[in-house]
């Protein structure tokens, strides 16, 4: 009888032992599936806050293709977001525009910077450089 009961005591060890590394198993398997979730979304946001800024900075030149004195700054709605577009003349020198567009998803803010040189003479504009900005 005492050896039937061993054999008994060892099989459940073994069983909590199985059943342990089976559950820890499931636990990371959990763990790397929802980590693999959160950042898919958050590239996706990262990419859809990048196309909003650089849809910003394309519509402030087309705002300084109007008026060559545009400088102001505003907002505009892009799909589900809000792009905050500043334009500065003169800026970094005389004959410079520069425009910084910003736009935020899901706390992943890009930011684009453009700048531009305006020949007052013809209201011709050329992009001197176009650049993601952190």
């Known amino acids: 009888m005492d ?3 061993r054999k008994g005591q060892a099989f459940l ?3 909590f032992f199985i059943g342990s590394i089976v559950a820890i198993v499931g636990i990371l398997i959990a763990f790397l599936a929802s980590s693999f979730v ?8 990262s ?4 196309a909003a800024a650089t849809s910003g900075a394309q519509d402030a030149m087309l705002q ?3 008026n060559n ?8 709605p892009v799909g589900s977001t809000t792009v905050t577009i500043a334009i500065s ?5 005389a004959g410079y525009v520069t425009i910084l567009s910003t736009a935020s998803v899901s706390n992943h803010v890009r930011k684009v910077q453009v700048v531009l040189f305006v020949n007052t003479s013809t209201t011709q ?3 001197i450089s176009w650049q993601d900005v952190q």
């Not at 959160?38 to 946001?45: E, K, L």
């Not at 990419?47 to 990048?50: F, G, H, S, T, W």
């Not at 003349?89 to 020198?93: A, G, T």
């Open 69 to 76: 004195n545009a400088s102001s700054s505003y907002s505009l």
């Open 3 to 5: 050896l039937r009961h």
């Open 64 to 66: 300084l293709n109007r």
């Open 89 to 93: 003349q003169n800026s970094p020198s």
């Open 125 to 127: 504009t050329n992009v």
């Open 13 to 15: 060890a073994l069983v």
């Open 47 to 50: 990419a859809l806050a990048e």
């Open 38 to 45: 959160d950042t898919g979304y958050g590239v996706s946001s």
